[in-house]
């Protein structure tokens, strides 16, 4: 089939090499305009068009997928499929009505799970075991569409949002060339979305980031893993904030005399740094100062010189 791609990120880089190895024809891609990075906030082209540049497919880039000019050319390359990966914009309905086939969009969750911007992130933080990928006809609702095809992945109790997304990133690859073959040949018909187990998903927010330390300990844990690598969690240290890296639950071996540990309370060791919550005390990893570079929490708290009965606060 001819197939105009629709991406943005990294992670829709492996669907992107996917069916340029596939049996499809990849004609086109559409992703986001180039946008503002690094140190000097200069211009730069996303994943998906550097890739596509590099192997010589067209790449459309409008500033809204409604722009009559994109439009024009989506039905003049006149694609039978358009699979979509992140693209991160809305499509029109004059858009869904081009390629004879539809926009198909390969989904991080098992739909009707997960519904929204960051299936990944609310899958680990909600303390889901199981999670994967699901491929669905793209229609005007918010992931409503009927589904197509799916895959499981298990959640791996130290998975971080970036690293389960890699996962499903390589494995939903294959999943969404699978489902253009099965829609290329007949063989493969979308089911609708059952009407129970709906959850929706929406973009994690610097806020939702913030760590509370007088939640359990596993949920805490969760949360810092389900925010890494963004937005990355974070709490407060003398009024300044402290970017956290994923932290460990500690056994009561750890802790010096066996005891607990207020919740927010820091106790530091000559190897770690413990902080008490609304269960266990969690051990520190890797932290980020405000203004310097992570590190490890033990060196942290030597060049901070941490008193004792000083703390992590939620404010």
């Avoid at 730069?44 to 024009?72: M, N």
């Amino acid at each position: 089939m001819r197939v105009v791609f629709a991406g943005t990120p990294e992670v829709a880089v492996p669907s992107l090499e996917a069916l340029l190895d596939s049996d499809h024809e990849v004609v086109a891609v559409v992703t986001r305009p180039d946008a503002p990075a690094g140190r000097g906030r200069r211009l730069h082209p996303s994943p998906i068009k550097a890739r596509a540049q590099a192997v010589g497919v067209e790449v459309l880039t409008p500033t809204t997928p409604s722009d009559p000019e994109f439009l024009t050319r989506l039905r003049e390359i006149a694609p039978d499929v358009c699979p979509v990966v992140a693209y991160g914009a809305l499509l029109p309905p004059a858009a869904l009505e081009v390629p004879t086939h539809g926009w198909v969009n390969l989904h991080f969750s098992l739909l009707p799970a997960w519904r929204g911007a960051a299936p990944v992130q609310h899958a680990i933080i909600h303390g889901d075991e199981v999670t994967g990928a699901s491929t669905f006809q793209i229609e005007r609702g918010l992931d409503t569409g009927p589904v197509y095809g799916v895959m499981t992945e298990q959640i791996r109790p130290t998975d971080t949002a970036g690293d389960l997304l890699a996962r499903l990133a390589e494995g939903g690859a294959g999943l969404l060339v699978r489902t253009l073959d099965g829609i290329a040949d007949g063989s493969l018909r979308p089911v609708p979305q059952s009407a129970d187990g709906v959850s929706i998903a929406p973009k994690i927010t610097v806020d939702d980031a913030r760590v509370t330390w007088s939640q359990p300990a596993t949920a805490i844990d969760r949360r810092v893993r389900g925010c890494t690598p963004a937005p990355g969690a974070w709490t407060t240290f003398r009024g300044e904030r402290l970017k956290l890296g994923p932290i460990t639950v500690a056994t009561p071996e750890e802790i010096p005399g066996h005891g607990t540990i207020p919740a927010g309370s820091l106790l530091v060791t000559k190897k770690a740094v413990f902080v008490g919550t609304g269960t266990m005390p969690v051990r520190l990893g890797l932290v980020r100062p405000h203004g310097k570079k992570e590190m490890a929490a033990a060196d942290w708290a030597r060049g901070a010189r941490i008193e004792q009965g000083e703390g992590l606060t939620d404010d």
